[in-house]
């Protein structure tokens, strides 16, 4: 048995989660305690969390790389392993995708480019910054979080397409902002 330091009822050990830093192995608060000051706190706590990540991007990316360069054979064998199942998602998310025409815009600059795609946009945007992919793009070595994704329509395939080719004319044309290159 043990006492919660938060409600002060003394419970069973099972109440209590584990904690491998404490002297007898488990919190200090109990999970009935635990769950509600997560309930509570939630905004607070995520809020906490996305400046964390925000001010530790490049930690981060360090310990994502040191994970994946000592756990190769791992996730080879996860992904093989998980193969059917990645592609029957992979398949249902294109096929639930709706076509859409949106604009990639810088937010200092103002410069933007104009597309359209029947891909879930944010395959088809990182494709944009992948120099892989790309080579040619206007994105390509540029960093994603200076720029805003804007979804201007959705439609149909053809009406997408029609609207895409009608924004990229006028806009080619007429304003030096625009980085697209291709006019239909």
């Given at each position: 048995m043990k006492q919660c330091t938060k409600c002060g009822e003394t419970k069973d050990f099972s109440e209590f989660?584990?904690?491998?830093?404490?002297?007898?192995?488990?919190?200090?608060?109990?999970?009935?305690?635990?769950?509600?000051?997560?309930?509570?706190?939630?905004?607070?706590?995520?809020?906490?969390?996305?400046?964390w990540r925000d001010n530790n991007k490049a930690k981060l990316a360090e310990y994502g790389k040191q994970y994946r360069d000592a756990n190769k054979a791992k996730i080879l064998k996860y992904r093989q392993d998980h193969k059917d199942y990645n592609a029957a998602y992979k398949k249902q998310r294109i096929a639930n995708a709706t076509p859409c025409v949106y604009r990639i815009k810088h937010k200092t600059s103002g410069l933007y480019y104009i597309g359209s795609t029947t891909r879930p946009l944010c395959d088809r945007v990182n494709h944009h910054f992948d120099k892989a992919c790309c080579p040619?793009?206007?994105?390509?070595?540029?960093?994603?979080?200076?720029?805003?994704?804007?979804?201007?329509?959705?439609?149909?395939?053809?009406?997408?397409?029609?609207?895409?080719?009608?924004?990229?004319k006028t806009r080619v044309n007429q304003d030096i902002n625009c980085l697209n290159r291709r006019v239909g």
């Open positions: 989660n584990k904690n491998k830093n404490h002297k007898d192995g488990l919190q200090y608060k109990c999970k009935a305690c635990q769950k509600q000051y997560a309930r509570d706190n939630k905004e607070k706590r995520a809020e906490y969390m996305k400046q040619t793009s206007p994105f390509t070595g540029k960093q994603k979080d200076n720029w805003d994704v804007t979804v201007l329509c959705y439609g149909t395939k053809s009406q997408v397409k029609e609207l895409e080719k009608t924004l990229q």
